[in-house]
């Protein structure tokens, strides 16, 4: 019924003006062209009014182009995550994010060069980039279906024909190693094995990064090609952004606190502040 009330209000003024018409003494081409002014009127006046009323709004823009850790919350985009409860946790691969939530088998995947949800899948993988796709199913880690034969803990898809893959010294011990596995052949090369402990482990600028722990006196390292470097507490994330490496300590088993620090060669710097950005704001790409 609101559809017809302009139509009613302008059949109104048209009856008025057809009345004024009738009573002014007027000729009777005078006339003919007054009415057709009338209803040119009357047809811009609704096509205007529908025009308006059909126009699309525009889709509301993201709010919130950042990524940050707060007090064990991630704050991605719009969206709001805990990943306190153990085993949640999130994984840069960059440009994307995993937030990776193993109970209830899904994962969220962000963008970070769109500023946006990739997709959400229903499993909880080791890594993702470009499509593909790293998992553990059953006893072995797979890459696009293809089984590598070994099971890892951790892991990267450093190339279409290279997986990086944190697994075991041997199944009866906590030390574990970084291994290299080639993609179709399956062929594995040792990167590095440790006495202690592997946290974490990421490839920034194809340097590979690894965070150790010493259980014995708590002691902590970064690994950078080779070279280790004392770090103030554990590294738990270890990612890329704006193109440089940078660490966080994440709460948890081996921490109860957050800190984060930017990496620059031989050393770590801490940052100040109470987020740990994993992504500052960003112009995004059209």
Not at 156 to 170: A, D, H, R, Y
Not at 253 to 262: P, V
Request: charged share 25%; proline share 4%.
């Amino acid at each position: 019924m609101k559809l017809l009330e302009p139509w009613a209000g302008t059949c109104t003024i048209l009856n008025k003006i057809m009345i004024n018409i009738e009573l002014n003494p007027l000729n009777q081409n005078q006339r003919r062209m007054l009415q057709l002014g009338v209803v040119l009127l009357l047809g811009l006046f609704l096509a205007g009014y529908f025009l308006l009323r059909k126009s699309p709004t525009p889709e509301q823009s993201t709010k919130n182009n950042t990524a940050y850790i707060e007090d064990s919350v991630l704050h991605v985009f719009d969206d709001t995550i805990s990943i306190a409860e153990y085993p949640n946790r999130v994984v840069v691969h960059y440009p994307y994010l995993l937030v990776i939530l193993p109970k209830q088998q899904k994962t969220h995947i962000y963008n970070f060069k769109t500023a946006s949800k990739e997709k959400t899948v229903n499993e909880a993988p080791l890594d993702y980039s470009d499509g593909k796709v790293l998992k553990n199913i059953g006893k072995t880690t797979f890459i696009d279906g293809q089984d590598l034969e070994v099971l890892c803990d951790k892991g990267f898809i450093k190339s279409g024909t290279e997986v990086l893959c944190l697994t075991k010294v041997t199944t009866n011990t906590v030390e574990n190693k970084l291994i290299s596995i080639s993609v179709p052949d399956k062929k594995q090369k040792e990167i590095y094995v440790s006495k202690d402990i592997i946290t974490d482990f990421s490839v920034v600028n194809d340097k590979i990064y690894i965070g150790e722990i010493n259980l014995h006196n708590k002691q902590n390292y970064l690994i950078v090609d080779g070279t280790k470097i004392e770090v103030p507490s554990v590294v738990s994330l270890i990612y890329e952004m704006d193109g440089e490496p940078y660490i966080a300590t994440l709460k948890g088993a081996l921490s109860d606190g957050e800190s984060w620090y930017k990496v620059e060669k031989n050393t770590v710097d801490k940052v100040e502040g109470e987020k740990i950005f994993l992504r500052y704001a960003i112009e995004v790409k059209k």
